[in-house]
């Protein structure tokens, strides 16, 4: 994200809804007349539920309803009361230019049955509204089959046409009558992730964009809401259509319950035809003679301490979305290095990181030449391939031998460019003064604190700590690659350390990883990837299960600022990614609803590498939607300075790209992985690979694949699978003295073309094409 795009709002309130409204009427609605309100709302409150009250369960979730009040209904989740629903609801049509509210608990003719048929809880509901509609409200809740969850269908119908402004659907009050207004966690996915503070603040986004009540449907990234307090969650989640739109308050300041308010309501909310926030529309939605309009739903709830389990149940209930089509591997081949060769990234031998004016001046990028000579060894035209590694031939040589690991441009890196045009000796000397260089950043309690850049903006006064996830993540990711590479135990001890100081944000929401210009409590995605590289890699190194479930946490944080809904149904949508909750500079621009893919690359990339330790989780499928959503983003070959580049951000409903173009690594370090490799030569070579030896505290590094790794005692062994045709380095270290070493079963001198550092206890190991390698230590 940069600052430099900004969303000018050019339109009045005034004008806005008068072309809505006329745009409307031409479709069959009706202007919700402008000086309407919501009346006093009657206070929902828990109801008298008598022994027998008719009931549905589903392993620990139990809806049990009143035979007297509509929405008369307790939810208990564990045994506990959890929330109520809406026992005294109300709808509003426009009728004769105004606007009527119909009290359904005091409506004419009303009548209600409650009832069990089989597995299920059924409701009817009767009444006459003041114009002589007769109304019909159906209800159905059965276990769904899958967790702790009911399947909900909720059915409105009128014997008259209406134009309906407010249609409760479903209404709950999480918390009324029970834990109150309190409460751990809560989430709407693309839009709120909170500890116990209020939702709708301005501490991430200041001004209209912070009345997130009834947001309009495109910031969703699927359809979830959650609180979660005294070790319990409850979730709601529903079918996505155009007419529902959710609501969601916590505390609950709109009706007063005491708890909080989570729903979803008709007419819909599309960005025109309500200001968001609002319960009534700007225009009405017709309602149909005898047309009924239905919703179907999901409530779901569990014990948990954080709404993470909501989020995993959400995904296990539903199929995440296909993996959005993209031209095939050979053209995306083309398509990046047209951005390497020919967009306005290149200068010569030298690199942009972006395009945005004088920015990012060009540099020198080893990561550049790494990705050129991979498309060069993946690519099916011959002229295409001796162009690339022409230019990686440049521009490796552009790169001073001690940066060969820290030149580059792209978001996702790999110190891989070493291990394929040496000087591996320098990198790690490198990796071990940038990670000393890195302890500078934590006080004496091992934390990372904020610190406002002297005449630059506080972005931590809304914050309620000067710390967060990820602030200290990244200084502690970066310490721990440093040190896996270099192999410094002294170091490597230090970043575990700091890695172990990171649980005091166990179980917590990701946050302020990007306080260069977004607040230091804004929700965002680049906190939950850096966390889950930060413990994958801790993990990998020590063994430790527990660093190995706070990888997986810390990935389940992330899924929220994925759309895993299509919400315009457009080509780029499903698996765009939202970077933060907020807004820069808390005022623009906001990123709600409008995907930052790079940040969503970061995440995908940290997902991949999380799959080797945990491949039952969705990571996979997950990352590979990422990535693919990200080679659908970029600027196509017909655009000559663009062409393959990647936006800054995407405009969902326009589908228009927005500047500055960034270069095109990012993608590529996750496309290597979705494509896979395109030359047999290949085989299915990583483009690199690191594998640690735990027992013997060993670590490799690899331009390719490591695999068949095996350790017995004093003994380990593994092969090389490279992706480089030239000769290239395997870098190992951790070694306590020279080991005995066999290439391919055969014993070999550790002599030059190899190198042995006793002092540091780093072989570096030339080699060519696929490589068996035997150490006894």
């Given at each position: ?165 407010f249609l409760p659907m479903l209404m709950l009050f999480p918390g009324a009558g029970s834990f109150g207004s309190s409460k751990g966690q809560a989430l709407v996915a693309g839009l709120e992730y909170l500890e116990n503070e209020p939702s709708s603040s301005e501490a991430d986004v200041i001004g209209p964009a912070a009345k997130r009540q009834v947001p309009d449907n495109l ?190 441009v792209g978001h996702v890196r790999f110190p891989v460019p070493s291990l394929v045009y040496g000087h591996v000796a320098e990198a790690v000397e490198r990796a071990r003064q940038d990670g000393h260089n890195l302890l500078g950043r934590f006080d004496g309690n091992l934390a990372v604190q904020y610190r406002p850049n002297a005449g630059g903006p506080d972005y931590g006064k ?241 331009p390719g694949s490591i695999v068949r790794a095996e350790e017995s005692g004093r003994r380990l062994q593994f092969e090389v699978r490279p992706w480089p045709a030239r000769p290239y380095y395997v870098l190992i270290n951790g070694l306590a003295q020279k080991p005995r070493l066999k290439l391919g079963s055969q014993p070999v001198e550790i002599t030059a073309p190899h190198q ?22």
């Open positions: 994200m940069t600052t430099i795009l900004r969303r000018a709002r050019t339109l009045g309130f005034l004008l806005f809804s008068s072309l809505v409204a006329a745009a409307a009427g031409a479709a069959g609605a009706m202007p919700v007349p402008p000086d309407a309100a919501v009346p006093p709302w009657p206070k929902p409150s828990p109801v008298a539920l008598p022994t027998g009250s008719p009931s549905v369960s589903c392993e620990g979730l139990e809806l049990i309803h009143s035979r007297e009040a509509l929405g008369g209904f307790e939810i208990r989740v564990g045994g506990k009361p959890m929330a109520i629903g809406q026992n005294r609801p109300m709808l509003a049509y426009v009728a004769s230019g105004q606007l009527r509210w119909l009290d359904l608990a005091r409506a004419a003719q009303r009548k209600l049955e409650v009832k069990r048929e089989r597995d299920s809880l059924m409701v009817r509901f009767e009444c006459v509204d003041q114009d002589g509609g007769a109304w019909t409200i159906t209800q159905k809740y059965a276990p769904l089959g899958a967790g702790p969850a009911l399947d909900v269908q909720i059915g409105f119908t009128v014997n008259q046409e209406r134009a309906a402004a910031k969703l990234t699927f359809p979830l809401m959650a609180i979660q307090n005294d070790g319990r969650w409850l979730a709601l989640s529903w079918q996505v259509e155009s007419n529902f739109c959710a609501l969601f308050d916590s505390p609950d300041r709109m009706f007063g319950s005491g708890g909080h308010v989570m729903g979803v309501l008709y007419p819909g909310s599309n960005g025109k035809n309500r200001q968001e926030g609002s319960l009534l529309p700007l225009v009405t939605e017709t309602l149909r003679a005898g047309q009924s309009v239905v919703l179907h739903a999901t409530l779901a709830g569990g014990l948990g301490d954080t709404v993470v389990p909501a989020i995993r149940q959400y995904v296990s209930s539903h199929n995440l979305p296909a993996i959005p089509a993209t031209r095939g591997p050979q053209a995306y081949i083309s398509l990046a290095a047209g951005g390497w060769l020919d967009s306005k990234i290149r200068e010569g031998n030298l690199f942009h990181h972006a395009i945005a004016g004088g920015s990012f001046p060009a540099g020198p990028a080893a990561d550049a030449a790494v990705w050129m000579d991979w498309l060069a060894d993946q690519t099916t035209q011959p002229a295409l391939a001796d162009r690339l590694r022409t230019a990686a031939q440049g521009a490796i040589g552009a790169v001073p031998p001690t940066d060969i690991n820290a030149a580059g809304t914050h309620f700590s000067d710390e967060a996830s990820g602030l200290t993540s990244r200084p502690v990711m970066d310490l721990l690659e440093a040190a896996a590479f270099c192999g410094d135990r002294e170091l490597l001890d230090a970043a575990l350390k700091r890695l172990s100081a990171m649980n005091k944000f166990r179980n917590g929401v990701p946050r302020g990883a990007q306080t260069w210009e977004c607040p230091l409590h804004i929700p965002d995605i680049l906190a939950s990837a850096q966390m889950v590289r930060a413990y994958t890699l801790g993990y990998e190194l020590t063994g430790q299960a527990e660093w190995l479930e706070q990888a997986r946490y810390w990935a389940w944080t992330g899924v929220p600022f994925v759309y895993l809904v299509n919400p315009a149904s457009e080509p780029v949508g499903p698996y765009a990614t939202i970077a933060v909750f907020g807004a820069t500079n808390w005022k623009a621009p906001i990123w709600l609803g409008l995907p930052v893919q790079w940040c969503g690359l970061v995440y995908a990339d940290a997902l991949y590498r999380l799959v080797r330790d945990d491949p039952a989780g969705p990571w996979k499928k997950l990352a590979d939607g990422i990535t693919a959503s990200g080679v659908q983003q970029g600027w196509p070959t017909n655009d000559t300075e663009l062409q393959g580049l990647l936006p800054d951000s995407f405009v969902l409903r326009a589908q228009h790209r927005n500047g500055p173009a960034i270069n095109p690594a990012t993608v590529q370090a996750c496309a290597v992985r979705l494509f896979g490799p395109q030359s047999p030569a290949s085989g299915n070579a990583e483009v690199y690979d690191f594998r640690c030896f735990r027992q013997n505290g060993i670590r490799v590094h690899a042995f550092q006793e002092q540091q206890g780093v072989l570096i190991l030339e080699l060519k094409g696929t490589a068996a390698v035997e150490l006894e230590l």
